[in-house]
């Protein structure tokens, strides 16, 4: 899978960082959105009164250490008291979306381990999905849910899945044609599809090449009767221009863009050389606490 640009400090870990740390002026005004992955997080810091970015940050660790992302959380300095409040989105692949209708919170474990197999250790959360009439369920390691209440007091928690579903069904709702989101990370494809204010399906593929990410969306546009030739299709997260992934989808979904951040809130200066699809969850998770 392709990645994005990096720079490496140690054999240990990689880091990639822009923008500024914020003034002593804007300490107890700030936000952290915090983006945890398979064996990575990535962070940033809004000013919640100018309504802008200005931290981003990604730490990448092998194995997915529990020491490793521990630690260089205490290296970032950033203290609780310097929040005013936080968000995490924990992405995991044991997730599964169900009916708002049919929901009900003695059965969640039971409706999540029907599709995926669960430990002990695992403890099962769930998050709306207002717009799509629907409950997210997915489950989260007890360890890290701890770790998280306790560092942050009162962080919300959520789940990737959510913010791509209500973003999109927010931004396309007037859109009458279907259109395709494909969201690319950590060896994983989520793909959904929307059509006007209704979401036709949502999904995660475990990928390990770009032919892996084509198929899937090529099999989800043929169980929808999509054609691929004049379906639109917006790309975000770790995929750029110049990748070979993007080249693929190019000659077979002539009709790809990558998808804009949200206008309501702005990256700082420092920022805007970051491409605005590579961190569209993180940079949409304060909307969608909000």
Request: net charge negative; with cysteine; hydrophobic share 35%.
């Amino acid at each position: 899978m392709e990645t994005g640009n990096r720079t490496s400090e140690s054999p240990a870990n990689t880091t990639s960082s822009s923008g500024r740390f914020p003034a002593d002026t804007e300490l107890g005004n700030l936000h952290l959105s915090l983006l945890w992955d398979q064996a990575s997080f990535a962070y940033s810091l809004l000013n919640k009164s100018s309504r802008t970015f200005t931290l981003t940050t990604e730490q990448l660790f092998p194995n997915n250490r529990e020491d490793g992302w521990k630690n260089a959380w205490t290296e970032t300095g950033i203290k609780q008291d310097r929040l005013a409040s936080a968000g995490v989105l924990y992405a995991t692949p044991k997730f599964t979306l169900i009916p708002k209708g049919i929901y009900s919170e003695d059965a969640s474990r039971d409706v999540l381990a029907f599709n995926h197999p669960l430990s002990e250790e695992d403890s099962v959360m769930a998050h709306p999905c207002p717009l799509a009439q629907a409950v997210l369920l997915y489950a989260i390691p007890r360890s890290h849910k701890t770790w998280l209440t306790d560092t942050f007091k009162g962080i919300h928690i959520s789940h990737p899945m959510v913010v791509l579903i209500e973003s999109m069904l927010k931004r396309y709702r007037n859109q009458d044609s279907p259109r395709l989101l494909l969201h690319v990370h950590e060896g994983h494809a989520d793909v959904l599809v929307t059509k006007g204010a209704g979401l036709q399906l949502a999904n995660t593929f475990v990928t390990n090449v770009p032919e892996d990410v084509l198929y899937y969306v090529l099999f989800t546009m043929e169980q929808l009767e999509l054609n691929p030739e004049n379906t639109q299709v917006g790309l975000a997260g770790d995929i750029h221009r110049d990748s070979p992934l993007y080249e693929l989808l190019s000659r077979y979904l002539p009709q790809t863009v990558f998808e804009e951040s949200s206008d309501q809130l702005k990256l700082g200066d420092a920022l805007r050389s970051i491409p605005a699809h590579r961190y569209f969850t993180l940079y949409h998770e304060f909307l969608c606490e909000s």
